[in-house]
Nanobody, 116 residues
Framework: QVQLVESGGGLVQAGGSLRLSCAAS????????IAWYRQAPGKQREVVAL???????NYADSVKGRFTISRDNAKNTVYLQMNSLQPEDTAVYYC??????????WGQGTQVTVSS
């Protein structure tokens, strides 16, 4: 059974940084695409960053240059380094692992709150 556990969220002032972690069990992160999503109150869940099995990364325009997705294969963990945080980055952040188009797994989410 695949499980994803996010951590690292919290309250930070605008301009600050946080690093989110997504620890996986039951699957190998280096073999699968992992994405970070976020959902703000009253808004749809949106993709923030993606890292493919080959290590290619992609980012939403709103976070380009500020967020970095990476993975540590030895720890089977994917990270999201978030710098220059702004109040509009406030959301619950989720990681998602895609084994196949019909086998997608989500973590429970971690709250990020950015105060102005």
């Amino acid at each position: 059974q695949v499980q994803l556990v996010e951590s690292g969220g919290g309250l930070v002032q605008a301009g600050g940084s946080l690093r989110l972690s997504c620890a996986a069990s039951g699957s190998t992160v280096s073999l699968n695409a992992i994405a970070w999503y976020r959902q703000a109150p009253g808004k749809q869940r949106e993709v923030v960053a993606l890292i493919s099995s080959g290590g290619m990364t992609n980012y939403a325009d709103s976070v380009k240059g500020r967020f970095t997705i990476s993975r540590d294969n030895a720890k089977n963990t994917v990270y999201l380094q978030m710098n220059s945080l702004q109040p509009e980055d406030t959301a619950v952040y989720y990681c998602r692992l895609t084994l196949t188009p019909s086998r997608i797994y989500w973590g429970q989410g971690t709250q990020v709150t950015v105060s102005s």
